[in-house]
């Protein structure tokens, strides 16, 4: 009779590798290796078994599908939380944080970013630094959110601008509340601002004469009018904007007399006003600064105490008490700087284009 050659067998589904070994006769597992090892059945299959115990077939059915398609959905859920990445968005305040105003400006622009798809603490997180109007605080809360690497800065004045551009030049930086970027030297003009530094501007050429235009029509008789502004600004010094915008609109009203009324810090408000108050005749002119804006509720207030008809900057001046407002929405404007935001996240470069604001009028109460 022929002998038969050794033949090659394969192992049964789930046997250990070194039973595949040729000419070997393979065998089943003892009673022993039963309750370990079970050819054919692996371990998710006994998983499955256990959590399917006592369900019938349509059952068994809708959990595997429920299963499945949850399975399914794991990978994708990673892939999403893996390739977004978080973006910082820093603020820094010339306000003090108590402020209602600056927090509904601030509620203001994470709106429009939420709206826009940016969702704090999912693919955005926002670092602010409250620094109120000093300039020693505002450097250093500008070069401590430089620190942090921020993909774009919001910058909502003028100071807190020239602060941060001290300390970056590749950051990204949108401002708001601006008086003049360009005689500032922010930007090199508004329609081609060049650098890492765009955003909006307050004041107009013609807005000095707007608000003595105003000032006339709510106190006809006005014949002295007190700017008031902080010494320390920039905006009243002779090339300053506001004293630009004020000197081209003289000539209009060449029966007006304009003083300057500078007041070093809160102490002096209440002198400064009343040396101006109590007599027919004058009027008052608050100007569009940090210092103005952080006491505009001690400014309305003394304003009526001395009786002195006053034109304010900003909506919340008139809100609280003034007689009047003519200026920027500033609530608007940080919404539309949220878009200029919106675009750097983005990877756009800062918008090549930076505009002024559209002022609107406001009485008391309004």
Same mark, same amino acid.
């Given at each position: ?182 005689? +500032?030297?922010?930007?090199? %003009?508004? !329609?081609?601002? @060049?650098?890492?530094?765009?955003? /909006?501007? *307050?004041?107009? &050429? ?23 502004? +902080?010494?320390?600004?920039? %905006?009243? !010094?002779?090339? @300053?904007?506001?004293?630009?915008? /004020?000197? *081209?609109?003289? &000539? ?115």
């Amino acid at each position: 009779m022929r002998r038969r050659g050794p033949q090659l067998r394969s192992s049964p589904r789930g046997a250990p590798r070194d039973a595949r070994v040729a000419g070997t006769p393979l065998r089943g597992p003892t009673a022993t290796e039963r309750g370990s090892w079970i050819p054919g059945i692996s371990a998710s299959t006994r998983v499955f078994d256990a959590l399917c115990a006592g369900m019938n077939g349509i059952a068994r059915r809708d959990f595997l599908l429920a299963l499945a398609g949850g399975a399914a959905a794991w990978p994708l859920a990673a892939r999403a939380q893996q390739g977004e990445r978080m973006r910082r968005v820093g603020m820094l305040m010339p306000y003090e944080q108590a402020d209602p105003e600056a927090q509904a400006r601030n509620a203001a622009i994470r709106e429009v970013l939420k709206e826009l798809g940016w969702s704090e603490g999912r693919n955005v997180e926002y670092h602010f630094r409250w620094a109120g109007n000093d300039a020693a605080r505002l450097r250093t809360s500008a070069a401590d959110l430089v620190g942090l690497r921020p993909d774009v800065i919001l910058a909502p004045s003028t100071i807190a601008t020239e602060a941060l551009r001290q300390a970056t030049s590749a950051i990204p930086i949108v401002f708001v509340n601006v008086l003049d970027p360009v005689g +500032s030297g922010f930007v090199a %003009s508004l !329609a081609r601002p @060049g650098g890492n530094v765009t955003g /909006f501007a *307050t004041v107009e &050429p013609s807005i000095g004469g707007k608000w003595l235009e105003l000032l006339i029509a709510i106190a006809p008789a006005t014949k002295q009018v007190a700017i008031l502004f +902080s010494a320390r600004s920039f %905006s009243m !010094a002779p090339v @300053g904007p506001l004293a630009q915008t /004020f000197d *081209t609109a003289a &000539p209009v009203f060449p029966a007006l007399k304009l003083i300057r009324a500078p007041v070093q810090d809160i102490a002096e408000l209440d002198s400064v006003i009343a040396a101006h108050g109590g007599m027919l005749g004058n009027g008052l002119i608050v100007a569009p600064e940090p210092f103005t804006s952080n006491h505009y509720e001690a400014i309305t207030a003394l304003a009526a105490r001395y009786r002195l008809p006053a034109v304010y900057p900003y909506r919340f001046f008139a809100a609280s008490g003034g007689l009047l407002s003519y200026g920027i929405d500033l609530v608007t404007q940080y919404r539309q700087a949220g878009t200029y935001v919106d675009r750097i996240l983005k990877g756009a470069k800062p918008p090549r284009r930076s505009r002024r604001g559209d002022p609107v009028a406001r009485t008391h109460g309004h």
